[in-house]
């Protein structure tokens, strides 16, 4: 019999992906606030409320789970992860897959996010439960973040942009996730998560610029504008600590390419370009 899963954040980046990718085989649970809004997106599996931010309720969404993953976004609200762990144990899950970053091995970053995501390991891993951590690197759907400006043909903006991240795309983030969770072996592990290259903004809107036919400009953001720009999105401490991860790409800390997905997978991470294909339309 295939193990029952859980998705908690079953509309996020990496959970949607998870989500339809397990559908079709298996039992999947796609914890959520609003289960008819994830009803009327398309969400892989069954949606069955959830509110992270109260334990009442969690306990008996994730009854008779057999395994869950666990993606939360919310440095200012650790109760999540706390109250998962919790309702998780206590509804005889066996095994969690949880979703991190890859910088809590950087022994350099020190930022609110990281001293966050570092936190929620040692909580699961403290958990009486078999956990799988997946570290990725940052994903390349956040270049997402551009389309705006590439579709008015105003330049793409970004702090450092000459520096490199091995971004990952989400997909292969999910695609780890879904071996991790249906799959013997991974419990007690941790897997890294990065794409094939390490490359800058500059880079990737080059990229674009080429897929798209048409020239596109980077232009460079001053540390002020950027800060302004997390500001108008995030709260103070956030905002300073997105500041604060840059800094450790200016650094060269998040350049390292691992060969995790396609140990795991059997396939080789997909490129920036090939992510970009997929989404072009969103650029257009």
């Not at 079953?10 to 289960?35: E, I, K, M, N």
């Not at 001293?115 to 956040?142: I, P």
Request: with cysteine; proline share 5%; aromatic share 4%.
């Amino acid at each position: 019999m295939s193990p029952r899963i859980a998705v908690a954040g079953a509309t996020g980046t990496v959970g949607r992906h998870l989500a339809r990718l397990l559908a079709g085989t298996h039992d999947v649970r796609a914890l959520t606030r609003s289960p008819e809004r994830a009803a009327r997106s398309g969400v892989g599996g069954r949606p069955v409320r959830a509110d992270f931010g109260r334990r009442a309720g969690l306990e008996r969404a994730l009854e008779g789970a057999d395994a869950l993953f666990v993606a939360t976004f919310d440095p200012g609200a650790p109760c999540h992860d706390e109250h998962l762990a919790a309702a998780a144990e206590a509804a005889g899950v066996r095994h969690v897959v949880k979703l991190s970053a890859l910088a809590v091995l950087d022994t350099g970053a020190q930022d609110l996010i990281t001293r966050w995501q570092r936190d929620c390991e040692q909580l699961w891993q403290s958990s009486g439960l078999t956990c799988t951590l997946l570290r990725a690197r940052a994903f390349m759907s956040n270049a997402l973040g551009w389309a705006g400006a590439v579709r008015a043909g105003e330049p793409v903006r970004t702090l450092h942009g000459d520096t490199r991240n091995a971004c990952v795309d989400p997909a292969d983030v999910a695609g780890v996730a879904a071996r991790a969770l249906t799959v013997p072996g991974h419990q007690g592990r941790a897997h890294a998560l990065t794409g094939p290259h390490a490359l800058s903004a500059r880079d990737q809107v080059a990229q674009l610029s080429g897929l798209l036919r048409r020239p596109l400009v980077h232009a460079e953001l001053s540390e002020r504008e950027a800060l302004d720009r997390w500001r108008a999105r995030y709260p103070e401490p956030v905002a300073q600590a997105m500041l604060e991860r840059v800094g450790r790409q200016v650094a060269g800390a998040k350049e390292t390419v691992t060969q995790d997905v396609l140990r795991v997978t059997g396939r080789p991470p997909a490129t920036f370009g090939a992510w970009a294909r997929r989404h072009l339309a969103d650029f257009r």
